[in-house]
């Protein structure tokens, strides 16, 4: 496809200062809204194991999961590019395990990059698996993945020992050849230097406004869960809301026996009676087609 987004295309934008729009999908239907809307960066994120599989952290997540998660994902995008996330243990074990993962989230899963969470410390799995022609979007900050060692989901670089460590990983990950860098959970204005220092592009998540680029996890931004109001998440729209009112309409409606009504019911298929004796007439209104789904 001629204007589909590529990691080239995504240091052309921070070049010409052109803000990266990311959001994350997990299915198709979601995928293709998003791509439809502008997307230039649809992320299977292993936030997945917390927002569609309801556990408390994504450490549980696996390499099937994410590889079922974005064969469906990369199924409703035409334009966007397709980033998976590599889950918790598929690259920290070994180089070899983790350049074997990278290789299944691309050609099981068709996602056009990988994201890893992690700094200086996983320099060297990043070029092998760069190496292998997989592009890695690297992951600095806030990492999920390594809530325990952080004691929680915290802020990170805000005194100048953190703050200095974080400069120093992003510059090791552009350098161990990252085409892009996921910023979660820093200041703004660590995240702006860090932003400048590099010539690949930065996209923030709670890390202010002068990253080249912006994602959220598509079900804070739509509204999704009353629960779940970070500092950093705006709201889009009230989609929990939504979502309820019209289920409580729909089980209503079931209950007082008016859905379903004649507008969404068949009726008998007179065609197949017409088609094997040309002198019965179909009455008004009979069926036209016996295809499931299709109006009539
Ligand atoms: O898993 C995810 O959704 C992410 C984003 C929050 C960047 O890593």
Redesign the pocket.
């Known amino acids: 496809m001629k204007d589909k987004v590529t990691i080239h295309t995504l240091k052309k934008l921070k070049q010409a200062a052109q803000k990266i729009c990311m959001v994350?999908a997990y299915d198709a239907t979601f995928a293709r809204i998003f791509d439809e809307a502008g997307a230039d960066v649809l992320?299977v994120?292993?936030?997945?194991g917390m927002v569609v599989q309801g556990n408390d952290s994504?450490l549980p997540v696996t390499m099937e999961q994410m590889i079922y998660h974005s064969k469906a994902v990369t199924r409703g995008a035409k334009r966007a590019h397709v980033v998976g996330?590599m889950p918790f243990m598929s690259y920290q074990n070994s180089v070899e395990e983790a350049v074997r993962n990278a290789g299944r989230l691309v050609a099981e899963g068709n996602v056009g990059s990988v994201?890893l969470?992690g700094g200086a410390e996983f320099a060297d799995v990043i070029e092998r698996i760069v190496r292998a022609s997989v592009p890695v979007m690297g992951?600095i900050g806030l990492t999920?993945q390594s809530v325990h060692k952080m004691g929680g989901y915290v802020v990170q670089g805000r005194d100048e020992a953190t703050a200095r460590r974080l400069l120093d990983d992003a510059v090791a990950l552009e350098q161990a050849g990252c085409y892009a860098l996921?910023m979660?959970g820093v200041p703004l204005d660590l995240a702006k230097a860090i932003t400048s220092r590099l010539s690949i592009p930065t996209?923030g998540?709670g890390a202010g406004k002068h990253c080249d680029g912006q994602?959220l996890?598509c079900y804070d931004l739509l509204g999704m869960n009353p629960d779940f109001k970070p500092k950093f998440v705006k709201r889009y729209a009230n989609l929990h809301e939504s979502m309820n009112g019209a289920a409580k309409a729909y089980f209503a409606e079931v209950r007082e026996g008016s859905f379903p009504d004649e507008d969404h019911s068949f009726r008998s298929s007179t065609m197949r009676l017409v088609a094997s004796n040309p002198d019965v007439q179909a009455p008004e209104g009979a069926e036209k087609s016996g295809v499931y789904g299709v109006p009539v």
Do not use: A, Q, R
């Open positions: 994350t992320l994120g292993d936030s997945l994504t996330d994201k969470e992951h999920p996921v979660e996209i998540i994602v996890v």
